[in-house]
């Protein structure tokens, strides 16, 4: 800390114990508003009109302009800005002290009257003052704009680190998370109002399946025994579908011990779906519906402008199959190689040649899934499905009938980036044994992710599972498409960082 910061803080402590000394509490119990800021604004300030009202408000000062023993300072609610005049005439002598003690930062609550300035800016005139919270905190100055002190943080790091200071001084900041809220809530509608149920599943699971990733582990001290933080909600919410429900979604928080990246978090929001009576292409078309009813609910808008690009969300999207863009970008038919029993070696081999990175590829599968994230992803910036993906990509999907290789998954990319996952379910029970075996012997070859083997949801697939449509949707994804971010963190109020080392 600068000897200038720490001179800063100190006056702050001094202003404190002056206010305390003359009987002012800096953090009363309660103040109740008549109106918030954007309600004045509208009640109160017609365009170029006043409506002279006493008002009852509260804000953070975030700029400050003494004048004597007059003061204009501006405060900040969650959703607005108003100026407020106060001085000696128009306070007590309680809550002038408070006035002069006045910092950026500090939380007051005002009540006055409505005027404007000669300049026609909507104020209140303050009859009274009262200090909420005093800022012992200062926050960071960056510039002057439109009479703010501050508008932005440019230390991304402190940021993320301090996300409470960057949504009192970002604006951006403010407002992406109150889309992401929004986008929420439309994702809520749209399933409702497609006719599906809002379930609950497990978050702490004794197996960890549904998806290729590493898990988190806890101990429950009671039973005496692990559990694993749910890396997927799926195998339960197919085991609603066995029991009956039709249609059924889940919001869900998902944990997968991995690395951290711009598009990866450890702890991560998915929408999941499940449809009886339905297949992947069924799916296919719920995306679309879904994606085009939140951009329209929290945009008004099916052009999403993201970068330098406009991604238009207008259906149909295309259709295209995932060997066939790994031929078209890579320009080796993987399809052909893989019936011409494509060895590991070999599939190393022509990733070098790509001058794709693959050294912690294990199996023929990882070293395809590298060569489709570097040299095809990029490319699918307007919306796309890439669909009928290697069996062996997939252990929870259904066989398209004929084929050896493929199955009916599919994967929704948009702004180079996947936006989720959705299947035909595999129902067959005996089937997806194997399939899990599978997943096993692929671990056994050092594969980096592959599945548990949950013996439970064997059983419950026994029991029947009508054919199924099913669909993963990444929240995090989605929201920093509409809200044109490029890092999974700026999406995610407390990202998940490196404690910093402390400083006594």
């Known amino acids: 800390m600068s000897e200038e910061a720490s001179e800063l803080i100190k006056k702050r402590y001094e202003k404190l114990q002056k206010l305390r000394q003359h009987s002012i509490d800096p953090y009363p119990n309660r103040f109740f508003k008549t109106h918030d800021i954007k309600r004045i604004k509208e009640a109160f300030f017609p365009q170029q009109g006043l409506v002279v009202g006493h008002v009852k408000t509260a804000g953070r000062v975030v700029s400050h302009r003494p ?57 209140i005139r303050a009859h009274k003052l009262t200090l909420l919270a005093k800022n012992l905190s200062p926050l960071p100055v960056v510039k002057e704009k439109e009479g703010v002190l501050y508008d932005a943080l440019s230390d991304v790091e402190f940021r993320y680190r301090k996300r409470y200071v960057d949504l009192i001084v970002t604006p951006k900041t403010r407002h992406d998370f109150k889309l992401r809220s929004s986008v929420v809530q439309a994702i809520r509608q749209f399933m ?40 997927a909600p799926e195998l339960y919410l197919k085991r609603l579908i066995v029991g009956g429900f039709e ?15 711009t598009k990866h978090n450890p702890e991560f929001t998915m929408m999941e779906a499940y449809q009886a009576y339905a297949d992947y292409e069924t799916m296919m078309d719920l995306t679309q519906r879904l994606f085009v009813f939140v951009a329209d609910k929290v945009l008004g808008t099916q052009k999403i402008t993201y970068g330098e690009h406009i991604i238009d969300l207008t259906p149909p999207w295309p259709r295209k199959n995932y060997l066939d863009l790994l031929h078209e970008y890579s320009g080796i038919d993987f399809k052909q190689k893989l019936q011409e029993k494509l060895s590991l070696e070999e599939a190393k081999e022509l990733a070098r040649k790509l001058q794709v990175p693959h050294h912690e590829a294990q199996t023929i599968w990882e070293v395809l899934d590298e060569v489709f994230s570097h040299l095809v992803e990029p490319k699918l910036i307007q919306p796309v499905f890439v669909q009928n993906y290697p069996k062996a990509m997939s252990p929870l999907a259904k066989s398209i009938p004929g084929d050896e290789f493929l199955v009916e998954r599919f994967e929704p990319y948009i702004a180079g980036r996947e936006m989720g996952n959705a299947f035909t379910e595999l129902n067959d029970p005996e089937e997806q044994l194997r399939r899990f075996e599978e997943q096993l012997r692929q671990r056994e070859q050092g594969a980096r ?56």
């Open 192 to 231: 409702q109002e497609e006719g599906f149920m809002e379930v609950e599943t497990p978050m702490m699971q004794l197996v960890a399946s549904g998806a290729a990733a590493k898990p988190f582990i806890t101990h429950h001290n009671a039973l005496d025994m692990d559990l694993y933080l749910r890396i």
């Open 449 to 504: 992710e592959t599945m548990e083997l949950d013996e439970d949801f064997i059983e419950a697939l026994k029991v029947g599972m009508p054919p199924t449509g099913g669909l993963g949707l990444g929240i995090d994804r989605m929201v920093m498409l509409f809200t044109n971010n490029h890092s999974i963190k700026d999406v995610i109020l407390f990202p998940l960082l490196r404690p910093r080392e402390s400083k006594k």
């Open 67 to 123: 004048m004597g023993k007059a003061v204009f300072f501006v405060i900040q609610d969650e959703a607005d800005k108003i100026q407020i005049y106060a001085s000696n005439e128009t306070l007590n002598e309680i809550d002038f002290l408070v006035l002069q003690n006045l910092d950026l930062g500090d939380i007051v609550g005002v009540e006055g009257e409505t005027f404007r300035t000669r300049t026609q800016e909507p104020s």
């Open 247 to 261: 249609k059924v979604f889940e919001l869900n928080r998902n944990f997968r011990n991995e690395g951290i990246s």
